[in-house]
């Protein structure tokens, strides 16, 4: 196999934190280069600050790493974007299409667009949605994807690129936080009954979305990057699951552990969007594909969670 040298964007973001270490430790620290729009002064490794809407300045970094894949991980998530839609848009279809466009010119051989279930919308299975769905979107995040992953196949059809795509559930981890989106509670919620907080949930305690957690997320991704490309047979973007709960289930689990957690139910802007999504995901495909296995359940997950937060918070490795 040839060396690949692997650029991600949005590496300081929820998901690029723990794939670039994962990253790192599969092709090498120094053939991993992380990027995002601001410093990283805490990051282990190769980081350049880069503004992906910038094109030079992307290709300069493909021409000065010799960079061969492409994690594509900027974006504004759902509830961030509706605050700013026209620029939304803007950015996340801009930063897509200059991904794109310095692949295809420099012949980059993989490149990982992460799509979402916010792809749906109403007029869906809102139970076990199947992969090949009608794609109604309900915020600009997910207008941006649903577009992006047609433009993926688009470039893969017409220019033999090849663009891979996972359309994440909310991911939950204990090692980086979420950005402005609706899934993000299912994260804040350990937080706060780790430091003994009352917690205010922003969707109603029975709205049920498929969740998924980071390892099998990064797992999920891996998989599907390193499968061989006859077997990738969707190429707009696959459907992943990994399990489904409520706020209300979520909290009952944590509350095993931290029995005295309190929470009150002040639904937002937020709830209107979970309610246009999935409640659990259909992914036969991906795993009739590339044999794709979820592994942790909302026990096991939720353990995880809290043995990691509790080592964070008392070695202080946190400040939230
Ligand atoms: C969001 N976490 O809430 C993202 C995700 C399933 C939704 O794409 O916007």
């Known amino acids: 196999m040839d060396k690949e040298i692997i650029l991600i964007t949005g590496s300081s973001g929820q998901l690029g934190t723990v794939l670039a270490e994962k990253l790192q430790k599969k ?46 991980l900027a974006a504004i998530l759902s509830a961030n974007g509706e605050k700013h839609p026209l620029s939304t ?28 279930i916010a792809v749906f919308g109403n007029n869906i299975e809102r139970s076990n949605t199947p992969q090949s769905s009608n794609l109604t979107p309900s915020t600009v995040y997910g207008i941006s994807k649903a577009a992006g992953e047609n433009w993926g196949k688009y470039y893969f059809d017409k220019y033999d690129l090849d663009v891979r795509s996972l359309r994440y559930p909310g991911v939950i981890g204990y090692q980086s936080l979420p950005g402005g989106g609706t899934t993000d509670y299912a994260v804040d919620i350990f937080h706060k009954a780790v430091k003994n907080e009352d917690f205010e949930c922003f969707l109603s305690s029975e709205t049920m979305l498929p969740m998924i957690y980071m390892d099998d997320a990064i797992r999920a991704t891996l998989e599907l990057m390193e499968a061989p490309k006859e077997k990738i047979t969707v190429r707009t973007s696959y459907n992943i699951s990994g399990l489904s709960f409520t706020p209300n289930q979520l909290a009952s689990s944590i509350k095993e552990k931290y029995s005295s957690l309190k929470i009150n139910y002040k639904p937002d802007f937020r709830q209107e969007i979970a309610s246009s999504w999935p409640m659990s995901i259909d992914d036969t495909q991906a795993r009739k594909d590339w044999d794709w296995k979820p592994k942790f359940n909302i026990k096991t997950l939720t353990e995880t969670m809290l043995k990691n937060l509790e080592l964070k918070y008392n070695n202080n490795l946190i400040n939230s």
């Open 27 to 72: 092709y090498g620290v120094e053939n991993i280069i992380a990027t995002d729009l601001r410093e990283n002064p805490t990051f282990n490794g190769v980081f350049d600050t880069l503004d992906v809407t910038d094109f030079e300045a992307i290709e300069a970094t493909v021409l000065k790493y010799k960079i061969t894949q492409i994690y594509h």
């Open 89 to 116: 848009w803007d950015i996340n279809m801009k930063t897509l299409f200059n991904v794109l466009e310095v692949s295809r010119i420099h012949k980059i051989s993989k490149v990982f667009f992460p799509s979402s």
